[in-house]
């Protein structure tokens, strides 16, 4: 795979970013929505990007062609399974404090092509959240809890197939949420989300219960599961991967003798072991004390301070033989879950108090011995939720897309006609004048009417949306013209969707979700 194969499935998206901004990146789930820089994401938090794992979806979604979802953790886990037909799923949730608008369109899409490929599907109200964060109403959250509802569902949302609920109304992410919050405590929190001694705890148990609901579809059975959310929701997805591992049974690392070492002293014994091993004669042994030596004799192996920690390890294990080895260690595992994975251990192995080390076996397969054993003793055996990350539209007035900023986006509830008008009254990257605009060509990277072609109106087909866009950087698309096309796409799918709402409002009482708080 070539990065110039990755281009050519890249589509130009409307980069809001520019790169201008602040450096400042802080990720804050309830702050506003706002990323000046998407690329600092993929330094400082470790977001990966999409183009990463592109080549290896089967028929990617246009807003993954498009680049408008530019980033995940660990999405090569639900690629193979598609490719693989193996079980897979996607979850989000909707905190019901407003109309759904375009913004939410693009999650709800995420899940429904996921579902079409095949993967399992929920969808969920975040209520618990939007009343104790957002201090909404039960009254408030029941009427847009039912419009987020209406909209995924015209949208595609198979009902029967994929699963609709309320965080309230949700005994199993209850039950699950509590068991998670026995891992995490206060401090974590705070550290995490910037809570104080003044956060309430409605709020806390709203963060563990949305660790529930991403942990949820892997009750049944593990499986990679997505979450597409916007990257604001990355500290929620983190603390999910840290938990799904905390309540594992076993942690399986790879190690060089009986000592424990860190994942940084590892990489430079392994170095050591594999220049010794090369000069070693087939039936010869290395020792630990060997390799002391050869890290002393060096500067050519990690950093100084790890290369003196490693240092001393190996020369207080001294005779002790190299070898390269799986190691289990034991986290919650009953003692009849450790006694059987002991037994399922084939080859030569070396059992300690709290460890196992394996010595002929990979460590894939030794993964797997111990998720199975896990499940066979009432564990969860969780994988490492995944998730992919999408940019957040532009206002149509130019700066954010904020809900309290009626003219600045398009809920899915406007009146056709009111949408077509704000489209028609929208922000632009045009120039001053026609002429110039003919002589440099208008700026697409920096416009919203641009975008709105990109994320929705352009739907599936690529090339239209590069006929805009090349149009337009070209300078044979005028503003005008383009903004009443985007209005008239724009009235058009508002009153498809309105429509479809309005079949799916007859039919809601069909649906396992209710909309009726009694409290
Ligand atoms: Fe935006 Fe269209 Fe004008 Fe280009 S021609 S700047 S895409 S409104």
Redesign the pocket.
């Known amino acids: 795979m070539t990065d110039a194969d990755s281009d050519d499935r890249r589509l130009p998206a409307a980069r809001p970013d520019g790169g201008t901004a602040s450096d400042e990146v802080t990720l804050d789930p309830w702050g506003s929505a706002t990323v000046s820089d998407y690329r600092k994401l993929f330094e400082q938090f470790g977001i990966e990007a999409f183009e990463t794992v592109l080549n290896e979806v089967p028929n990617p979604h246009y807003l993954m062609r498009r680049g408008v979802i530019f980033g995940h953790r660990g999405y090569d886990a639900v690629a193979a399974a598609m490719r693989h037909d193996e079980p897979f799923a996607a979850l989000s949730g909707f905190m019901p404090t407003g109309d759904p608008h375009i913004g939410h369109k693009l999650v709800f899409d995420e899940l429904i092509w996921h579902q079409q490929q095949g993967g399992d599907a929920y969808a969920l109200i975040a209520d618990l959240e939007a009343h104790s964060a957002r201090g909404l109403s039960w009254a408030e959250i029941d009427e847009h809890a039912r419009d987020y509802v209406l909209s995924l569902l015209a949208l595609g949302f198979d009902p029967e197939d994929g699963e609709l609920y309320r965080q309230s109304r949700n005994r199993t992410v209850q039950d699950l949420a509590f068991e998670l919050g026995a891992e995490a405590n206060v401090s974590e929190l705070q550290a995490i989300y910037d809570f104080d001694g003044k956060t309430d705890i409605s709020h806390m148990q709203s963060v563990v219960t949305q660790m529930a609901d991403i942990l949820y579809p892997q009750l049944d059975e593990p499986k990679p599961t997505v979450i597409p959310v916007g990257p604001d929701q990355d500290p929620h997805v983190r603390l999910a991967r840290d938990l799904a591992a905390r309540v594992r049974y076993f942690g399986v690392t790879e190690a060089y003798a009986s000592f424990e070492a860190d994942p940084a002293e590892r990489a430079v014994i392994a170095e050591a072991y594999r220049e010794l091993r090369a000069e070693t004669a087939d039936d010869g042994q290395v020792r630990c004390g060997d390799a002391a030596e050869y890290l002393a004799e060096t500067t050519a192996v990690g950093e100084p301070a790890v290369r003196e920690r490693a240092q001393t390890l190996l020369r207080e294990a001294g005779k002790e033989p190299l070898r390269p080895r799986v190691r289990v260690v034991d986290r919650n595992a009953t003692e009849a879950a450790f006694e059987a994975l002991i037994e399922a251990i084939d080859g030569e192995k070396r059992v300690y108090e709290a460890h196992i080390d394996a010595f002929d076996l990979d460590r894939e397969a030794v993964e797997e011995l111990a998720r199975e054993v896990e499940l066979a003793h009432g564990g969860y055996g969780f994988q490492p939720p995944v998730s992919i990350y999408h940019r957040f539209m532009t206002g149509l007035t130019g700066g954010k897309m904020s809900s309290s900023v009626p003219a600045s986006h398009i809920s899915l509830l406007d009146d056709p006609e009111e949408g077509a008008e704000k489209v028609r009254a929208?922000t632009?990257?045009?120039?001053e004048t026609a002429a110039k605009?003919r002589e440099l060509?208008?700026?697409?990277d920096?416009?919203?009417?641009?975008e709105l072609?990109a994320y929705l109106l352009a739907g599936p087909d690529d090339e239209f949306a590069k006929r805009?866009?090349d149009?337009?950087?070209g300078g044979e698309?005028?503003?005008g013209?383009?903004?009443e096309q985007?209005a008239q796409l724009m009235e058009t799918f508002l009153e498809e969707h309105q429509q479809k709402r309005a079949e799916w409002a007859d039919r809601l009482d069909e649906l396992e979700i209710e909309f009726d708080t009694d409290r």
């Not at 632009?428 to 120039?431: L, Q």
């Not at 060509?441 to 697409?444: F, V």
């Not at 920096?446 to 641009?450: H, S, T």
């Open positions: 929208a632009t990257g045009g120039r605009q060509g208008g700026r697409a920096e416009c919203p009417v641009y072609y805009v866009y149009e337009c950087v698309r005028l503003c013209d383009c903004k985007a």
